[in-house]
């Protein structure tokens, strides 16, 4: 049966943390380094969980059942670091080098060198795409625009706006959805 610590002394409370680190410490490593790959994340956590049960102690909250609250905690940090990286990469300015692996917009439409054709074609697409964007509301143009077209970064879009990077994400991927619908008519008359 795991025990309950209450809020005893500060002396008390620091022979607490060191005993409860001492029994669970390498059971929640293990734990950690099974969802962790880099060695020094998972380090991490494990600091990060023993502080945040020190600073629940020093805020004198009694935790129950401390074992299952420590990998409880565990699997949020793991959750959190995980969503974190997830988000830097996807908010990551494009280098040179992944710009020219990835297909931008402007590889899509006809070289306007090719011929008299081409440009014409080039030309329409132009006006539906500036028509289309137009029909946006104008919180999921900018985002558009400055995301798609500028190449800034959702960090940098969030920084200089005081959004969240989440709420400029939903207006761009409401203006996507708006765009495909809107020019999947003249995307098919061209393609045919």
Same mark, same amino acid.
């Given at each position: 049966?795991?025990?309950?610590?209450?809020?005893? @002394?500060?002396?008390?409370?620091?022979?607490? *943390?060191?005993?409860?680190? @001492?029994?669970?410490?390498?059971?929640?490593?293990?734990? *950690?380094?099974?969802?962790?790959?880099?060695?020094?994340?998972? %380090?991490?956590? +494990?600091? %990060? &969980?023993?502080?945040?049960?020190?600073?629940?102690?020093?805020?004198?909250? /009694?935790?129950?059942?401390?074992?299952?609250? +420590?990998?409880?905690?565990?699997?949020?940090?793991?959750?959190?670091? #995980?969503?974190?990286?997830?988000?830097?990469?996807?908010? @990551? /300015?494009?280098?040179?080098?992944?710009?020219?692996?990835?297909? #931008?917009? %402007?590889?899509?439409? /006809? #070289? /306007?060198?090719?011929?008299?054709?081409?440009?014409?074609?080039?030309? *329409?697409?132009?006006?539906?795409?500036?028509?289309?964007?137009?029909?946006?509301?104008?919180?999921?143009?900018? &985002?558009?625009?400055?995301?798609?077209? $500028?190449?800034?970064?959702?960090?940098?879009?969030?920084?200089?706006?005081? +959004?969240? &990077?989440?709420? +400029?994400?939903?207006?761009?991927?409401?203006?996507?959805?708006?765009?495909?619908?809107?020019?999947?008519?003249?995307? %098919? $008359?061209?393609?045919?």
């Amino acid at each position: 049966m795991e025990a309950t610590l209450t809020v005893p @002394q500060s002396d008390e409370v620091g022979r607490r *943390i060191a005993e409860t680190a @001492q029994r669970e410490g390498s059971r929640l490593r293990s734990f *950690i380094r099974r969802r962790v790959a880099d060695e020094a994340d998972a %380090e991490d956590i +494990l600091q %990060e &969980v023993f502080f945040e049960l020190a600073e629940t102690y020093r805020l004198l909250k /009694p935790v129950e059942k401390v074992g299952a609250w +420590l990998f409880r905690v565990a699997r949020n940090r793991i959750i959190d670091r #995980s969503r974190k990286r997830r988000l830097e990469e996807e908010t @990551q /300015p494009r280098s040179a080098d992944s710009e020219s692996a990835e297909t #931008s917009w %402007e590889d899509l439409l /006809p #070289s /306007p060198d090719v011929g008299p054709e081409a440009a014409y074609a080039r030309r *329409i697409l132009l006006e539906e795409l500036g028509d289309a964007l137009d029909e946006l509301p104008s919180e999921q143009r900018e &985002v558009f625009v400055a995301h798609e077209l $500028e190449g800034r970064s959702f960090r940098e879009l969030a920084a200089e706006t005081g +959004l969240s &990077v989440n709420t +400029l994400l939903s207006r761009k991927h409401y203006a996507v959805l708006h765009l495909r619908e809107r020019l999947q008519d003249i995307y %098919e $008359e061209f393609v045919k």
